[in-house]
């Protein structure tokens, strides 16, 4: 009598989770997200520009000035959210030798550096008529340019290495170092006397905005956010075809062959 034994939770559950490591598939489903995401990314950023720039009402104490605040916050947060994610990868690509992941720490770089590049040059289009100056050396500022620098750094790192499994090496490290600064960037406003404002928004209090702000803001950061996911899976795609093109071919044509 022979005994069929299905294979345990345990047992699959890598499987489910790892398969979209191989290049292949990483690179069907990515098209797909991608082509989501730029729509996603057009839609939501031309309502959000509409609201924030035509129907939101006018800041009581700032004036129209305030408006840049719905480019420059989705920018800062991504800036930062950005690093962590290259870390994030670059650390699972060097530990576990996932190239795609060490793909997808690359292709988050290019978008990282600029939103921080936006979220610099929005804050001192803000901070001119503000505080009368296009740039202080304040904590939140000064951190934020290190930023810049990190991301700048990384890409130069890693695209002047040859070698790929060296280049993932090297820029894992540098992710990991850099990655120290994100929090600085963040409790920069309640650790240090600055003057760049506090947060808008809080976890633990209500809203500080009209209805109108908080949607625009809203629609903001889902455009910035799709845009962000977008473009590191295109640029991750362009890597593979890059680094290893006659496999992905043959995995197309036997795809192409299967679905005939």
């Not at 290049?23 to 520009?49: E, K, N, Q």
């Not at 947060?77 to 962590?84: D, R």
């Not at 994030?88 to 690359?106: D, E, I, Q, T, Y």
Request: net charge positive; proline share 4%.
């Amino acid at each position: 009598m022979t005994m069929h034994h299905r294979p345990s939770a345990v047992t699959t559950a890598p499987a489910r989770w790892t398969r979209f490591a191989a290049p292949a598939r990483f690179d069907a489903l990515a098209s797909v997200i991608a082509r989501w995401c730029w729509a996603i990314a057009l839609l939501a950023g031309a309502a959000g520009l509409y609201v924030g720039f035509f129907a939101a009402p006018r800041d009581a104490t700032q004036g129209e000035v305030y408006r840049i605040l719905f480019v420059h916050v989705p920018a800062a947060w991504l800036s930062m959210i950005c690093y962590l994610a290259i870390a994030f990868w670059a650390v699972v690509g060097w530990v576990m030798k996932v190239r795609m992941a060490s793909r997808l720490a690359r292709a988050l770089a290019p978008s990282g550096a600029l939103y921080t590049a936006i979220a610099l040059w929005t804050g001192a289009l803000w901070g001119q008529p503000t505080w009368g100056t296009w740039w202080v050396w304040d904590a939140r500022l000064t951190s934020e340019l290190i930023l810049l620098l990190l991301y700048l750094g990384y890409i130069a790192l890693v695209e002047s290495i040859d070698d790929d499994r060296r280049a993932a090496q090297a820029g894992a490290l540098l992710a990991m170092v850099g990655a120290l600064n994100v929090p600085v960037i963040y409790f920069s406003v309640r650790w240090w006397n600055t003057l760049h404002q506090g947060a808008s928004i809080s976890l633990d209090s209500a809203p500080r905005m009209a209805q109108a702000m908080l949607l625009a803001l809203a629609l903001m950061t889902i455009a910035f956010w799709a845009h962000a996911i977008a473009a590191a899976l295109t640029r991750a795609r362009a890597l593979s075809w890059e680094q290893e093109p006659q496999a992905l071919s043959a995995a197309t044509m036997e795809n192409g062959r299967a679905d005939a």
